[in-house]
């Protein structure tokens, strides 16, 4: 018949678990934190990547024509979702047009899709800021059916479509230059850059800031 156990032999078991349970604990993050080095932290899953593009036709914000994504096809086209009470759209509006000057001789076009705004507000926000040149288009998104046909969670959110109208790239939050160019030159290039996260987005006019406080570059 075994012993009973008495209190100094309970205890010195229980740290003998403890510690045991904490090598294991120290073990399973070291494999976690070791699968994750060598990743880009920037990147995020976005269930849009690889996909067409929508069918979309929208009306340009200044004149009478539209702007067809289907009829873009053997461009790489930029999707940059804004609005003129959108910050982070503000910061980052000086990097597209400068991407879009910069990339129009590789055929890239831009397509930059107000969002949730108004046709006044949209193009004081542009005669103050600046317009892009020729491939640069400025939509409306009446009745907001691109931003769902896209899944938009808020503002700014800028995808790009490959030569074959395939979402190939999304950022979510306000872009840089450098990130911007960086997956440009990926999809000039043939690649796919996928998903990455530029900073926080904001859902709606007066709502806080969503996501990544940190913007990548």
């Known amino acids: 018949m075994t012993a009973p ?7 010195r078991r229980a740290i003998r678990l403890a510690a045991g349970l904490a090598v294991v604990v120290a073990v399973g993050i070291g494999a976690v934190l070791g699968a994750r080095l060598g990743t880009d932290p920037t ?40 609005a ?24 890239v076009t831009f397509v930059g899709v107000d969002y949730q705004d108004t046709r006044d507000a949209a193009v004081g926000f542009l005669d103050e800021l600046g317009r892009g040149g020729p491939n640069y288009r400025y939509v409306t998104d009446v009745g907001s059916r691109a931003s769902l046909e896209f899944g938009l969670f808020g503002v700014p959110e800028t995808f790009v479509l490959d030569r074959e109208g395939t979402i190939v790239a999304k950022i979510t939050g306000g872009t840089t230059y450098p990130l911007l160019a ?17 900073g926080p987005v904001q859902p709606a006019p007066g709502a806080p800031l969503v996501g990544a406080m940190t913007p990548s570059g």
């Open 5 to 11: 156990m008495g209190p100094g032999r309970s205890r």
């Open 43 to 82: 990147l995020v899953d976005s269930p849009l990547i690889g996909r067409p593009a929508p069918a979309l036709t929208l009306p340009e914000l200044e004149g009478p024509g539209a702007v067809s994504l289907a009829d873009l096809r053997g461009q790489v086209v930029v999707v940059n979702f804004w």
């Open 84 to 107: 003129s009470w959108c910050v982070a759209c503000r910061d980052e509006h000086a990097a597209l047009v400068a991407a879009a000057a910069q990339y129009e001789g590789d055929g």
């Open 182 to 198: 960086g997956v440009l030159d990926a999809v000039v290039a043939g690649e796919r850059p996928g998903a990455r996260t530029g």
